[in-house]
């Protein structure tokens, strides 16, 4: 129990000195006539909120799960994720890896696990590099 809540302090020194640095919140006391502090904490919504959607953006950039079926002729990759199956559009700028080696499409097989890092092309996302592992 004790090194539970050693932990949870941990976490919460974390996220303090995160939160200051990062600008989330500010720190500020005041003292009125009588010689009494006071303290006061401001968290900054919108900084906060800003950070939140560009962790989201950049953790919309990678997709990682197992293939489940390749369509070489329309350039997609079926892969199965935690959130459910995505169709992967490649092209011919897509890059692919199986650990140091530099493959093609074709090498890929069903049931090798995916690293997709996605950019966008004319507002549509098409998969950049491909890294894959195999058992």
Same mark, same amino acid.
Request: negative net charge; glycine residues 10%.
């Given at each position: 129990?004790?090194?539970?809540?050693?932990?949870?302090?941990?976490?919460?020194?974390?996220?303090?000195?995160?939160?200051?640095?990062?600008?989330?919140?500010?720190?500020?006391?005041?003292?009125?006539? +009588?010689? !009494?502090?006071?303290?006061?904490?401001?968290?900054?919504? %919108?900084?906060?909120?800003? /950070?939140?959607? @560009?962790?989201?953006?950049?953790?919309?950039?990678?997709?990682?799960?197992?293939?489940?079926?390749?369509?070489?002729?329309?350039?997609?990759?079926?892969?199965?994720?935690?959130?459910?199956?995505?169709?992967?559009?490649?092209?011919?700028?897509? +890059?692919? !890896?199986?650990?140091?080696?530099?493959?093609?499409?074709? %090498?890929?097989?069903?049931? /090798?696990?995916? @690293?997709?890092?996605?950019?966008?092309?004319?507002?549509?996302?098409?998969?950049?590099?491909?890294?894959?592992?195999?058992?």
């Amino acid at each position: 129990m004790l090194r539970f809540l050693g932990v949870i302090l941990l976490l919460v020194l974390v996220l303090a000195g995160v939160g200051l640095w990062r600008g989330w919140f500010s720190l500020s006391s005041t003292t009125n006539e +009588s010689g !009494k502090k006071s303290y006061t904490i401001e968290v900054d919504e %919108d900084k906060l909120g800003e /950070d939140v959607d @560009r962790v989201k953006d950049k953790l919309a950039k990678v997709t990682s799960g197992a293939i489940e079926k390749i369509d070489a002729a329309a350039n997609t990759i079926t892969v199965k994720t935690e959130a459910g199956d995505v169709e992967v559009p490649v092209d011919e700028s897509t +890059s692919f !890896k199986l650990g140091d080696d530099v493959i093609k499409l074709g %090498d890929l097989k069903p049931g /090798d696990r995916l @690293r997709i890092d996605w950019r966008e092309v004319d507002g549509k996302k098409i998969a950049g590099t491909i890294t894959a592992e195999r058992d």
